[in-house]
């Protein structure tokens, strides 16, 4: 059995990929194709997977407040998060800005320290 979208519930909250309505952003239609041809037995191997070569690598974390203090691996979603050309237009413009006022600080504190 293949994945269908129209079963995905979003519920109360935003989803980048799917609509409200069970439908794939347009920004996402090649990766909705993609994972709609997985069985869902499929995409939880492949999670599963993931989860524990992120394991042996050693990419985890610790919850120091933790009483257990486990180790945790760090989140890994197989369905990536695609950023439109509309989007990355307006992140680019705010990380351009970002990075100009990190270089303009950094130049101050190494030379004249106003």
């Known amino acids: 059995m293949t ?3 129209s079963d995905y519930q979003t519920g109360p909250f935003y989803d980048e990929m799917i609509t409200p309505l069970g439908h794939p952003r347009a920004a996402y239609d090649v990766v909705a194709q993609y994972f709609s ?11 599963s997977y993931v989860n524990k ?8 974390f610790n919850v120091y407040h933790d009483e257990d203090g486990t180790e945790r691996i760090f989140p890994f979603d197989l369905i990536p998060r695609v950023v439109s050309s509309v989007e990355w237009d307006h992140i680019e413009k705010g990380l351009i800005q970002r990075i100009e006022a990190l270089n303009a600080f950094i130049d101050d504190v190494y030379h004249r320290q106003h």
């Open 3 to 5: 994945f269908n979208w």
């Open 37 to 47: 041809s997985k069985s869902i037995k499929n995409l939880q191997d492949r999670q």
């Open 53 to 60: 070569l992120l394991l042996s690598l050693g990419i985890t």
